[in-house]
C-alpha cells in the first residue's frame, strides 16, 4: 500500500510534465495550427543553459533567470519560422520544419554541453529534493512540490485561455482564423504573445524537469517529444483540458505498469493502450460529439 | 443627404484573384446614418469588396477612405479597432465557443465601449440570446445563430457595419424580423449599414439607396425606392 502510494505520486509528478509540455503545445497549436514538435526539445535546452549558468554563478536564481530568458527567446525566435506555412495553411511541411528544429537543438546540446556526457544537476539546483515520510510512506519532497508546480502553473494557463481577452483570441484563431481576423484579432501578434507565454512554460517545465529527475541529456527531449505528440493526438489536437487529462493519466498507467509488471513492458503498455484509443476514437479520447 | 458625413468613400477600386478580376473600377459611397444595399447574383463580387475594405484582400488599384481616413492598405485589426464591425457571410460563428465568448470577442478590438451595457441591449432585442448564453454557439439555430452574428457585431459599437448576406437560410418572416431590429438600431444608435444581399427585394425595402454589381462593376445604383422600379432590376433580380 505504501509503495503504491509512493508510486501514485511518482505517476502523478511525471504525468503532470507531459500535461505541461501538451498544453504548451497545444497553445502553439491554436495560435498557428502547427504540431510544435520540438517544443520538449526547448524545454531540455532551458535544462542546460540551467546547467551551465549555474556551473558559473553558483547562483540558482539566476540559473533559473537564464532558463527563463532561454526559453522565451528560442521559442519566439522559432514563430517567424512557421508564420509563413501557417498562414498558407501547410500541414506536412509544419511536421518537418518541427522536427529539424527538434534536431537542430538536440545536436547543439550533444556538441555544445558537457561534452556530450549527461548532465547531473547539484541539490542546490534541485531545491527540494529531500526524502520525505508521510506515516510509512517515503518520496521525495521534490516529487510533490513537481506536482503541485504543474497544477498551478495549468491552472494559470487554462485560466488564461478560457478568462482573458487574448486566450479567448487565441482560441478564436484556432477555431475559424478568418472571423478571428474580422473581429479584429492580429494574426501576427498574437501568435508571438502565445509563442511567448508558451516559452515562459518551456522554463517552467525545466525547472520541474530539474526537481525531478536531477538529470538532462541529449536524448530527452526526442524522448518527451515522441509522448507528448501522442498524447496530444490521443486527446484530440487541440483539446487543451482533455491533453491535461490524457496527460496525468499516461503517467499514472506508467508508474503503475513500471511497479507492478514484469520486465521493461512500460512502453508497450503506453503506446498499446494509445493505440486501441485513436483506433476506437479517431478524434480522441475527449472528443465532443461534433458541435458543427 | 448632401450636408452629411461621409463614411466610407471607394474610388476606382480593382480587385483581382490572381488573373481573375473580380472587382472592376469600383465607386461607391455611403454616408453616416444610411442604410446602403449593395446587390448582384452570384460571385457579383460583394463579399470580394466587403473582405477588400477590411483589408482580408488587398486592392489591386483604387482607394478607400473611412471617414476621410485612407484605409486601403491598413492591417485589418486597425480598420476593426477604427470602427467597422462586419457580419461575416455564412453567420462566422466560433462553433465550439459559448454565445457569451462570441460576443465578448465582439469587443476585442473596440475598447472603451460598456460591454455589460450593450449586452443588457442585445439581450432585450434578441431574449434567445441570454437563455442561450453559455451554450455553444454551434448549438444554435440558423437564426439564432444569425442574431448572433449581428449581436457580435453591434456590441462594439461600430461607427461602421459591414453585413454580408444577412437573409442567407433565413425565413422570410425572419428577415423582417431582423430588418426591423436593425432600422430601429440605426434609428436609436446611428449606426451606418451597408449590406451586401442576394435578395434584393427585401434588401431594397429596408434601405435608403443601392447598387447594383454585375461581374465586379456596378452597373446601377440610385435610391432604394427608384431602383426597385427600375425595369432592369426587376426584371434581373425581383422576378418580375
Ligand atoms: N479565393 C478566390 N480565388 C479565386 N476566385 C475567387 C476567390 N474568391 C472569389 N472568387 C471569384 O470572385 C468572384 C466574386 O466572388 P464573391 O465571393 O465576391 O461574390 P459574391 O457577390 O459575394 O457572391 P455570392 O452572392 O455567391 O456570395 C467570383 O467569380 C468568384 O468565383
Ligand atoms: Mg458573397
Redesign the pocket.
Known amino acids: 500500500m505504501e509503495s503504491f502510494i509512493a508510486q501514485l505520486i511518482n505517476g502523478l509528478s511525471t504525468g503532470g510534465i507531459y500535461a505541461l509540455i501538451v498544453l504548451g503545445m497545444n497553445l502553439l497549436m491554436l495560435v498557428r495550427n502547427i504540431v510544435h514538435h520540438s517544443f520538449s526539445h526547448i524545454c531540455v535546452l532551458n535544462m542546460c543553459i540551467g546547467w551551465l549558468a549555474f556551473g558559473y554563478t553558483q547562483n540558482v536564481l539566476l540559473a533559473f533567470l537564464a532558463m527563463f530568458a532561454c526559453g522565451v527567446l528560442v521559442t519566439v525566435a522559432t514563430e517567424p519560422l512557421f508564420r509563413p506555412l501557417s498562414k498558407r495553411g501547410a500541414d506536412l511541411e509544419t511536421i518537418v520544419l518541427a522536427m529539424g528544429v527538434g534536431i537542430i537543438i538536440t545536436e547543439i546540446i550533444a556538441q555544445l554541453f558537457n561534452n556530450g556526457q549527461m548532465m547531473t544537476f547539484s541539490d542546490e539546483m534541485r531545491v527540494l529534493n529531500v526524502g520525505f515520510s508521510f506515516g510509512t510512506v517515503t518520496f521525495s519532497l521534490a516529487n510533490i512540490v513537481a506536482l503541485v508546480a504543474c497544477i498551478v502553473v495549468a491552472v494559470f494557463l487554462v485560466w488564461y485561455l478560457f478568462k482573458t481577452a487574448n486566450g479567448r483570441a487565441m482560441r478564436a484563431m484556432a477555431q475559424n482564423l478568418r472571423v478571428a481576423k474580422m473581429l479584429g484579432v492580429p494574426f501576427g501578434k498574437t501568435g508571438v504573445l502565445g509563442f511567448g507565454i508558451a516559452g515562459l512554460l518551456s522554463a517552467c517545465i525545466g525547472i520541474i524537469c530539474i526537481m525531478c529527475l536531477g538529470y538532462a541529456n541529449a536524448e530527452m527531449g526526442d524522448t518527451f517529444a515522441t509522448k507528448a505528440v501522442i498524447l496530444m493526438l490521443f486527446a484530440g489536437q487541440g483539446d487543451i483540458k482533455g491533453g491535461i487529462l490524457s496527460s496525468i493519466l499516461m503517467g499514472v498507467v506508467e508508474a503503475m505498469a513500471l511497479a507492478y509488471l514484469p520486465g521493461r513492458w512500460t512502453e508497450a503498455i503506453f503506446y498499446g493502450f494509445i493505440m486501441i484509443v485513436i483506433i476506437i476514437k479517431p478524434n480522441g479520447l475527449f472528443a465532443k460529439k461534433a458541435a458543427n | 443627404m448632401e450636408q452629411t458625413e461621409m463614411m466610407l468613400k471607394i474610388s476606382d477600386l480593382s480587385v483581382y484573384?490572381?488573373p481573375?478580376c473580380?472587382?472592376k473600377k469600383v465607386d461607391l459611397e455611403v454616408r453616416k446614418g444610411e442604410i446602403v444595399a449593395l446587390l448582384?447574383?452570384?460571385?457579383?463580387?460583394?463579399?470580394?469588396?466587403?473582405?477588400t475594405i477590411i483589408g482580408l484582400l488587398h486592392a489591386k488599384r483604387g482607394k478607400i477612405e473611412f471617414m476621410g481616413r485612407d484605409i486601403t492598405r491598413q492591417k485589418t485589426e486597425t480598420t476593426i479597432q477604427s470602427g467597422i464591425s462586419v457580419v461575416p457571410?455564412g453567420r462566422g460563428m466560433l462553433a465550439n465557443m459559448t454565445v457569451m465568448e462570441n460576443l465578448q470577442l465582439g469587443v476585442y478590438r473596440h475598447k472603451g465601449v460598456d460591454f455589460n451595457k450593450n449586452l443588457e441591449m442585445i439581450f432585450e432585442y434578441f431574449p434567445i440570446l441570454k437563455e442561450r448564453q453559455w451554450q455553444a454557439a454551434g448549438t444554435l439555430s440558423g437564426g439564432e445563430q444569425q442574431m448572433l452574428a449581428i449581436s457580435r457585431a453591434i456590441v462594439g459599437e461600430p461607427k461602421l457595419l459591414l453585413m454580408?448576406?444577412l437573409s442567407l437560410a433565413l425565413s422570410p418572416a425572419y428577415v423582417d424580423i431582423i430588418f426591423k431590429a436593425l432600422i430601429k438600431l440605426r434609428n436609436e444608435k446611428g449606426f451606418t449599414i451597408l449590406l451586401?444581399e442576394?435578395n434584393a427585394k427585401k434588401a431594397l425595402q429596408y434601405s435608403d439607396r443601392g447598387y447594383v454589381?454585375d461581374?465586379?462593376e456596378t452597373v446601377l445604383e440610385g435610391d432604394a425606392r427608384e431602383l426597385m422600379g427600375n425595369p432592369y432590376v426587376q426584371t434581373a433580380y425581383l422576378g418580375a
Do not use: W
Open positions: 484573384y490572381g481573375i473580380a472587382l448582384g447574383s452570384n460571385g457579383a463580387g460583394k463579399s470580394t469588396l466587403v473582405n457571410e454580408d448576406e451586401a442576394q454589381l461581374l465586379g
